[in-house]
Nanobody, 116 residues
């Protein structure tokens, strides 16, 4: 079973930046969506950013601060997070959706903590 592996989380001060990365452990065919979610304890997972082809969309709460991108040569998805706020603190997950298999692939999550 192919899994996604996230990295790049950590502790950062308000106003700081982090870049998250997401790499599949194997080959995933027919990816239609590449997405970043986040979740805090006791809440549902929230869609932060998504990419379909070259089209990116963002949650209003991160628009103008976060950028989703991918490097096809490295088969890596990124989430550049700037001007971080304490309310951005969460576990961040990447998800790929394959249209041919209908499978959603998730990573294990990476913790982002924004605190003075």
């Amino acid at each position: 079973q192919v899994q996604l592996v996230e990295s790049g989380g950590g502790l950062v001060q308000p106003g700081g930046s982090l870049r998250l990365s997401c790499v599949p452990s194997g080959v995933i065919f027919d990816i239609v969506y590449r997405e970043w979610y986040r979740q805090t304890p006791g809440t549902e997972r929230e869609l932060v950013a998504s990419m379909a082809g070259d089209t990116a969309k963002y949650a209003d709460s991160v628009k103008g601060r976060f950028t989703i991108s991918r490097d096809n040569a490295k088969d890596t998805l990124y989430l550049q997070m700037n001007s971080l706020k304490p309310e951005d603190t969460a576990v961040y997950y990447c998800r790929y959706h394959s249209w041919s298999s209908g499978t959603n692939y998730w990573g294990q999550g990476t913790q982002v903590t924004v605190s003075p």
